[in-house]
Every structure is written in C-alpha cells, then in structure tokens.
C-alpha cells in the first residue's frame, strides 16, 4: 500500500521571511495530519530558517535542485552534503523549468539523482512532455526516453528510494489539467515501464506523483486515480489556504 505524497514547489518565490510566514500558518492546520506525507521545498536561501520551523511537525523539507559532485569549484552551485546540512530530506531533480532554462538533460537528472541517493536525500524526479508531443502522439516515446535515460544504472534499492513526478509541461502554470483520465493513462505506463525493468514489486511499490495546474477542487479526483500516489504541487503551494485544502483534500483518498 502506497501512502499519498504531497511536495509543494515554491519555486524562486518566497525571500526567507515570506517563507517562515508562510510555514507558520501550515503548521498550524498540519501538525496532526498523519494520513499523506508532506513536503515543502522553499528556495536555497530560506532552507536552514524553514528548518527550524519544521522541527517536531510532520512536514518534511525538500529543496529544488543539487549538483552532482560534493565539493569543487562550480560557482553558484549547490551539493548534498550542503542540502542535508540544512536539513534537507528531498530534493527535486529534473524539473522541466530546470530543462528549459538551464539545459538539464536525462544525463545529467542521472548524475543527480545518484549524488542524493549516495547523501540519503530522496530525489523527486520530473518527466514529462510538452504539448507538441502530446499533440504528435509521442507522449509513451518521450516518458520512456526519459525514463531509460533519467534513471540509467540504477539498482532495484536505488529504484525503491526515489519519488518520480509526471508533470505535462503543457500543464505546468498554465491552468489546463490533464484529465484524471489522462494523468491515470501516463502514470500507469510509467509503472509498467519500472515493471519491466525491476519487477512487480519494485513497481507496485514506487510512489509516483502527478504534477501540472494542482488545485483544491481537483485533488481529489486525481488522487483517487489508482496509479497517482500525490501531487507535485506549484503555484497552489505558495498560498496556505490552498496547500493546506489539497492536502487535506488527498487524506479523503483511500489508497
């Protein structure tokens, strides 16, 4: 049985004072929730005060990139042994604004991916399609391309300790939804895909989240999906009340 997993992504929101403010009122409405795990992943420079805050509640704190070497000369970077020092438990690798923007590739998600499992972070890792592929019927060719390349070399334990989040990049802050239907579709094809290659029980096992215009009033019905195991949560995480109604919202779903 897979428990219900729900990360929000504050993306580069939030300077360190916005962010505690923010903290403070979810630890109000979620120090008793037990039923879904929790995770916020503020920006690099509140890490170590949202830390602080997060101590004896149930919320885990997730950060939103890594680089893969410990230690060296990479100006402007940021190692795992520095995210466990600020109390990191998760860490998002590959997110599409990340292979957008700044030329992340399958390769490099590998690299990272292995350097927070080495440091005992688990890495919430991002594929997804654009919406010209959707539309060219490549969806299943682009998901499995990242998927072999993302998570290359990796042993079954190694499989067992990450977090994958299917985001349609036609879905990221733009307000369309992939249809619960459609996320179900996605998310099942990656759970055969894990089949394949490391088992029933490695698959059956893996929590996989659904990511993509997340809101309140849609929670529900995607998580009652049977092959969505959360949500990867962007713009309703930057505001208390929605954040705290999407995961109060998942805890009605019985997995």
């Known amino acids: 049985m897979r428990k219900i997993i729900i990360a929000g992504n504050w993306k580069m929101n939030k300077t360190s004072l916005e962010a505690m403010e923010l903290v403070n009122l979810l630890r109000r409405e979620l120090t008793d929730i037990s039923q879904v795990d929790m995770v916020v992943c503020p920006p690099f420079t509140a890490l170590s005060e949202i830390n602080d805050l997060l101590n004896e509640t149930p919320i885990g704190l997730g950060a939103q990139d890594v680089y893969w070497e410990d230690a060296g000369a990479f100006t402007g970077e940021v190692s795992a042994p520095m995210l466990k020092g600020s109390g990191c438990a998760y860490v998002i690798i590959g997110h599409s604004e990340r292979r957008q923007y700044f030329a992340e590739t399958d390769e490099t998600v590998n690299k990272k991916i292995k350097a927070a499992l080495k440091h005992e972070l688990t890495p919430i890792v991002c594929i997804g399609e654009r919406l010209d592929e959707r539309e060219s019927g490549k969806t299943f060719d682009v998901v499995k391309t990242q998927c072999t390349g993302s998570f290359a070399d990796l042993s079954a334990d190694e499989m067992s300790r990450i977090i994958i989040a299917y985001e349609p990049i036609w879905a990221i802050g ?18 055969g895909f894990f089949k394949e290659k490391y088992g029933e029980e490695i698959a059956a096992g893996l ?43 998942s805890c009605n779903v019985k997995k």
């Open 207 to 249: 929590r996989i989240q659904y990511g993509g215009s997340v809101k309140p009033d849609n929670t529900e019905a995607l998580m009652s999906q049977p092959d969505i195991d959360g949500a990867l949560v962007g713009g309703a995480s930057l505001k208390s009340d929605s954040f705290i109604q999407i995961i109060k919202n």
């Open 174 to 191: 733009t307000g369309k939804t992939a249809t619960p239907e459609q996320a179900q579709e996605v998310h099942q094809f990656i759970r």
